[in-house]
Each structure stands twice: as structure tokens, then as C-alpha cells.
């Protein structure tokens, strides 16, 4: 199969986040057109949400948060040994047959691939690693993307992978097709990031590298706590509609003049109802990932907004973000600096971290003196 169905949101961001240059942890870009410098915010590992007092009026603050989810590596498996040799029919609906994995390439354009290999227990059968994948244990491996997100491909066949998991998030696709070209088995998983697939991205993962158990496990694990932190937000979190936050993703990369909300079927509608917020996209009609609009925010009027963290640096932080859209600064988010951040590649990367990304982000934005 020679051809890719590369889902537009996930391409829009890869194409962004690439023509940018730009890594997770990308630097600001201070005082650009005509913005102030980047404010400075604390970056502390949130607390359980079940052990913080909410604020008893979800509106009653000020100022931008940073929201750190805290999640140490611990594999559900000590080392399995992978059943060999494995034949699967990927997201592309190609089969491919795995008989080696002992040198793993697990690439996406949030690191989700890789952390999830590592806890599956097959950390240490990595051999390079993408920009995103920067868990102190990765962080040691060779780069295989250059210029933010473009997949180098004499990086890749010098690591001498024996099989390469990953999506339609990285590119050129021409490396893709050049790898399987060069005998390397291929394995693309579901581009698709939300709340509803998660257990499901687990076992694309697991399931080629012969370890369907320890797939299970994770899967299970990684539900099961999901479920967990998801019941402590209802508990905080109002139930009235009415009384919800109205929040709306931005995704900006100042350098590049890129402006966009993220509306359904992007990702960030999962990630907005599972922290307890009004999912404004909804109401006003906004699909997929458009260019932001003063006629949108006029519309959305968001009492929150939730970035990537190097998309506000490179847009100079809250002030240089709201002299760029007057519009933002118009609505009750940009009148009260309500804005939470957190690490692009942990945001909506939807893998086994993702109930610690709920909770950092439900903290955040219910006790947010509690991570400042």
C-alpha cells in the first residue's frame, strides 16, 4: 500500500509544528511584533486533585497557570519477552509481519509511541527517538527528526531499526514508503487522538511487538486510572452547563503568524469534556482546526484558554499573545489572563500519561493557587 489517509487536523499540526522549527520545549519569541516578554510561570508538579480544596466559584481567578503532569515511567512488565514472529493489518489496512524487535523506532508527533513502548517494558529496545520524547529515560537516544518534526531518513537507516512503529503525524511520507522500501517492517497506527482510543492506540503498539499481555495490562491500567481521575473532576466540576467554564483550544505559533482554534473531532473537545469544561467549539459550530477569527472569539467568548506552552512563549506570552488578537483580549479570558498551559507533547497526546494530563489540567483549572 503506497498511499497514506492522513487525517487533516494531525497534519495541520505536524505541517505547523515543523515549518516552525519548533520542539516541545521551543524557545519564546520575547517581544515580537510588537508584544511584551513572556511572563514567567511557575512550574510545579500538580497534586492529586482528589487532595486540593477547589475554588467554590471556578471563576474567581486570575492569571495564566502552567500545568505540569507529573507521570514517572513504570512499566507494566519487567522486561517480556515478545512472542515472534507477529503479523498484523495496520490503520492503513496493510498487513505486516514483525520478527525482530529488538531495535525499536516508536515516532509520533507528541512522543506517545515511544512512552508507550517504554511502558509496555521495552524501554531499553530503543534506538532513537523524535523530537517530542523527552522523559528523562529517552532522552539520551539519538534524534531521527530534524527542523522540529521531519523524519531524516539516513538518521533512521543508521540506527539500523528492525521495526518502526508510527502514524501520519511525521513526515515527509516519502520516508515512510523509503523504509518499508528498505525491507524495515512498518507499522501505522491510528492518527487519531482523543479519550475514546486510547486503550486502543495501546494495543496497535503492543500488539506488532509480540506482547499483546502487557498491552492488556496497560490498556487496563491506563483506563482504569482515567476512570478514576475523571470521577474526582465531576466531583468539582459543575454539573450545570450553564455554570461550566467555556473554554476553546488555541494552537499559535507566533513566528510563523499561525492562528488557529481547534473545534470537534480535533482532540481538544475530548480533552475540554473530560476536564469539566463547556466545550465552546461545539456551540458556535467549530470543526476540525480553522485559522482563528475575531468574528470566532466574538463568538466563543471563553472564560478559559488552554495552549500548548511553546505556543504561548512564541507568541510573547499572555501580553504579546493579546496585543496580537485584541479580539482575545476582549473576551473574559483575555480581561483575567485566564490561560493554562502545559507541554506540547504532553497535551493531547492521549497515551498512557493522559489521567496524569487531566489531572494537571483539572487542578489548573479548579485550584489553580495549588501548581503557582
Same mark, same amino acid.
Given at each position: ?28 519569541? #520575547? ?54 514472529? &507477529?503479523?498484523? &493489518? ?41 523530537? #517530542? ?12 527528526? *530534524? ?30 514508503? *523509503? ?42 491500567? &491506563? ?8 470521577? *474526582? ?22 513566528? #510563523? ?56 512563549? #512564541? ?15 476582549? &473576551?473574559?479570558?483575555? *480581561? ?37
Amino acid at each position: 500500500m503506497r498511499t497514506a489517509a492522513v487525517p487533516t487536523v494531525v497534519l495541520l499540526v505536524a505541517g505547523a509544528l515543523a515549518s516552525c522549527g519548533l520542539s516541545a520545549k521551543a524557545g519564546s519569541e #520575547s517581544g515580537a511584533g510588537g508584544g511584551s516578554s513572556t511572563t514567567a510561570v511557575a512550574r510545579q508538579d500538580a497534586p492529586p486533585l482528589a487532595d486540593v480544596t477547589p475554588l467554590s466559584d471556578v471563576r474567581d481567578w486570575d492569571g495564566e497557570v502552567d500545568a505540569v503532569a507529573d507521570a514517572p515511567i513504570d512499566p507494566v512488565a519487567d522486561d517480556p519477552e515478545p512472542a515472534l514472529p &507477529t503479523t498484523v &493489518t495496520d490503520a492503513q489496512g496493510t498487513k505486516v509481519t514483525v520478527e525482530d524487535t529488538s531495535r525499536i523506532l516508536a515516532l509520533d508527533v507528541y512522543g506517545t509511541l515511544s512512552r508507550t513502548v517504554f511502558e509496555l517494558g521495552l524501554g531499553d529496545r530503543l534506538v532513537g527517538r523524535d523530537v #517530542s520524547t523527552e522523559f528523562d529515560e529517552a532522552k539520551g537516544l539519538p534524534l531521527v527528526t *530534524q527542523n522540529g518534526h521531519d523524519l531524516n531518513a539516513e538518521a533512521i537507516l543508521g540506527l539500523d531499526p528492525t521495526v518502526i512503529i508510527t502514524d501520519t503525524s511525521l513526515g515527509p511520507w516519502d520516508v515512510v514508503l *523509503q523504509m518499508r522500501d528498505a525491507g524495515i517492517p512498518v507499522v501505522v497506527v491510528d492518527s487519531d487522538r482523543t479519550l475514546d482510543n486510547v486503550a486502543e492506540l495501546i494495543h496497535q503498539v503492543a500488539d506488532p511487538l509480540g506482547v499483546p499481555q502487557a498491552g492488556d495490562a496497560l490498556a487496563q491500567r &491506563t483506563q482504569r486510572q482515567i476512570d478514576q481521575v475523571t470521577a *474526582q473532576i465531576a466531583n468539582v466540576a459543575p454539573s450545570d452547563s450553564g455554570d461550566k467554564l467555556r473554554m476553546v483550544f488555541l494552537y499559535v505559533r507566533g513566528q #510563523s503568524g499561525i492562528y488557529y482554534m481547534f473545534g470537534e473531532g480535533s482532540g481538544a473537545d475530548s480533552l475540554i469534556d473530560a476536564i469539566g469544561g463547556y466545550d465552546v467549539a461545539d456551540e458556535i459550530g467549530w470543526n476540525g482546526m480553522k485559522p482563528l477569527t475575531d468574528e470566532g472569539l466574538v463568538a466563543a467568548q471563553p472564560d478559559l484558554v488552554l495552549m500548548m506552552s511553546a505556543g504561548l512563549e #512564541s507568541a510573547g506570552g499572555v501580553d504579546g499573545l493579546l496585543d496580537r488578537l485584541p479580539a482575545l483580549a476582549n &473576551t473574559p479570558a483575555g *480581561q483575567h489572563r485566564r490561560f493554562v498551559t502545559m507541554d506540547d507533547s504532553q497535551i493531547l497526546g492521549f497515551g498512557p500519561i493522559t489521567a496524569s494530563v487531566l489531572n494537571a489540567l483539572a487542578v489548573a483549572a479548579y485550584a489553580p493557587e495549588e501548581v503557582r
